[in-house]
């Protein structure tokens, strides 16, 4: 006498695995902080630190909570929204963006030659002063 699994009982566990899944990688990659090194422009996740080189920037420009407002912003593949947004977004105003943001207060839209970030490092004005468009 033993508990038989019958589809629906498996469908629901593959179903919560694939959900534990996203949303464990999705806490992986939520930034911690931004911070700049030298040239390095460094966005900390749990799983990794990524390193930006800040010789390669085009421009950049200040970005209010307003620019990116719900309304304003379609969220192509991301989450945290609205407090602490991260992932890849769009709007009329900044374009196609990659955000890591941990300060709607201090954000800023970095351009490269072939991407935009946005992010919220601990000093904006250092990249801001240096490099707005």
């Known amino acids: 006498m ?12 593959i179903l919560f695995a694939l959900l534990f899944i996203v949303v464990i990688g999705m806490l992986a990659f939520a930034p911690r902080e931004s911070t700049i090194v030298g ?36 969220r192509l593949l991301g989450a945290g929204w609205p407090f ?3 992932g890849y977004f769009s709007n009329a105003k900044l374009g196609r963006f990659l955000a890591f943001v941990t300060d709607c207060q201090k954000m800023v839209l970095v ?3 072939d991407k935009r970030l946005l ?6 004005k250092i990249i801001l002063d240096r490099f707005t468009v």
């Open 2 to 13: 033993g508990c038989k699994s019958t589809p629906r009982t498996n469908a629901n566990s």
């Open 39 to 74: 040239n390095e422009l460094r966005v900390k996740t749990l799983a990794v630190t990524l390193k930006y080189d800040l010789t390669e920037i085009r421009g950049a420009m200040a970005v209010s909570p307003e620019d990116i407002r719900f309304g304003k912003t379609i």
């Open 84 to 86: 602490k947004p991260y």
């Open 111 to 113: 351009i490269f030659p």
């Open 119 to 124: 992010v919220s490092p601990d000093n904006p």
